[in-house]
């Protein structure tokens, strides 16, 4: 969250190449991931911030283990902390991410 006396500020977004396409531009995925870094936050986050996400990766881990599926798509995945509770009792893990920088340290941790 930004402090109150900053204003966000984002590059505009670009046009899409066809109706219902999104672009991907890495300055404004990286202006929104550093609004948003749930990442970074849990890493130096308080006590607090760590039992908060804690929960909520427990929570969702049961959900999806609940559902029995074959095949998860973690939309946004950030640094595929969620699916780290999960990928090895799934069939697939597919994971998803517009910043090519939390992606590839999604995929640096080899889920299945």
């Not at 969702?60 to 969620?82: F, H, N, T, Y």
């Amino acid at each position: 969250m930004l402090a109150p006396d900053r204003p966000r500020t984002l590059p505009p977004a670009p046009a899409a190449t066809h109706p219902g396409a999104a672009s991907v531009d890495p300055a404004r995925n990286a202006a929104l991931n550093a609004t948003h870094d749930m990442a970074g936050l849990r890493a130096r986050g308080g006590r607090i911030v760590r039992a908060i996400e804690a929960r909520r990766r427990r929570l969702v881990s049961a959900r999806v283990l609940r559902s029995r599926p074959g095949v998860v798509a973690d939309v946004g995945c950030e640094d595929g902390w969620l699916a780290e509770a999960y990928a090895d009792r799934v069939g697939e893990t597919v994971l998803v991410d517009l910043d090519p920088a939390m992606l590839a340290r999604a995929r640096a941790k080899r889920l299945p």
